[in-house]
């Protein structure tokens, strides 16, 4: 994630600098539960909600990079908490300075959101330095697992994990890192045989090119301008769910011929924001291609891969990210991802529902966030 510098869309400015400084005051003193109105509030003060397919669902607060789990028959959330920190934009993406993490719930889709507080704070977290972006969740052994990435005090992104008897935390860190992980955006699946898998990385901004001779180089380009594209990470989790079982790998993302995308394919090659979801015996593995803002999906046969892309499930969203989780709930499917309606700003982001479709055939009906 980074260059935020795309005009592609005019910002949307709606009482912009009060909203902004409300979500200030919200997140600074939040700590307790509370409701808060799904999508009216927010949709009510703007004229121009009716363009959209679908409105925030929190509107007192930034929110992005929703990932979303049913844990005791409910939707659990778990986002980024964008706040306006004041840092200057950049290519690396320093505006995006995050520094705590809230969850919220919902007992329906369309019912009320509820916020459980800080999930945790960037100062409770030992080798932190800057930037809580992208989580995820899991559940295993009567435990909830909290998975972040941040920048360590040397300012390399690394996953760190966090702990909790509740899907609402508060989570508790452990010392350090995972080992031998690296980059952002770390995604969770479990498979029906109870075996877990993290897939995570992101070019640019997120660093993995530097990782890519298997040591860290920061003088890397953003990404290659010849050659194959970069692929994602997976790994296996180890039973405790604290660290990798074994190496880190490629997850092998093949076009209809099965060869790899090159790397100046930008409006198919993996850019960040990896999702596993199973439907019907078959993996989906989707995620972001940046700079030309798509959720693409490739399907596989196996948690591994290799996985063959099929297409695009969500088109380009107002903002400059594009970043999403999708999961089944009372048998149907839903995408959450983000946009900046809200706000008009890169940075600001709100959260979204809508239903997703898988079609007949295995592939799913794409999704257009903008009314035409
Ligand atoms: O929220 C910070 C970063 O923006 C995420 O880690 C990326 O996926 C992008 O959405």
Known sequence: MTSFKSTKYLPLVLAAAAFT?????????????????????????????????????????????PSAH????????YP????????????NGDHFDMRDYHVFSMDSVNGK??????????????????????????????????????????DVFRIGVATSTSPAGPFKPEAKPIAGSFSIDPAVFTDTDGTSYMYFGGIWGGQLQRWATGKYDSTAAPEPATGNALAPKMAKMRADMLGFDGPVKDVQILDQNGKPFPA????????????????????????????????????????????????????????????????EFNGKWYLFYHDTQLSGKTHLRNIKVTELTHLPDGTIQTIHPLKS
């Open 21 to 65: 400084g409300a979500c200030q005051k919200q997140a600074s003193s939040e700590t307790t539960s509370t409701q808060v109105e799904n999508t009216v509030a927010a949709a009510g003060q703007d004229s121009t909600a009716g363009k959209y397919l679908s409105q925030p669902l929190i509107p007192g607060m930034y929110t992005a990079d």
């Open 264 to 327: 100046t394919d930008h409006n198919k090659r993996f850019f960040e924001a990896a999702w596993v979801h199973k439907y019907n015996g078959k993996y989906y593995f989707s995620y972001s291609t940046g700079d030309t803002h798509n959720i693409a999906y490739a399907v596989g046969d196996s948690p591994a891969g290799p996985f063959t892309y099929k297409g695009v499930i969500l088109n380009p969203v107002e903002g400059w990210t594009n970043h999403h989780s999708i999961v």
């Open 113 to 154: 959101v509820t916020d459980h507080g800080v999930a945790l704070d960037i100062k409770d977290i030992p080798w932190a330095g800057r930037q809580l972006w992208a989580p995820d969740a899991a559940f295993k052994n009567g435990k909830y697992y909290l998975y972040f990435p941040v920048k360590d005090k040397q």
């Open 80 to 91: 980024s908490h964008d706040i306006e920190a004041g840092t200057p934009e950049n290519d």
């Open 70 to 77: 049913v844990f005791n028959g409910k939707i659990y959330i």
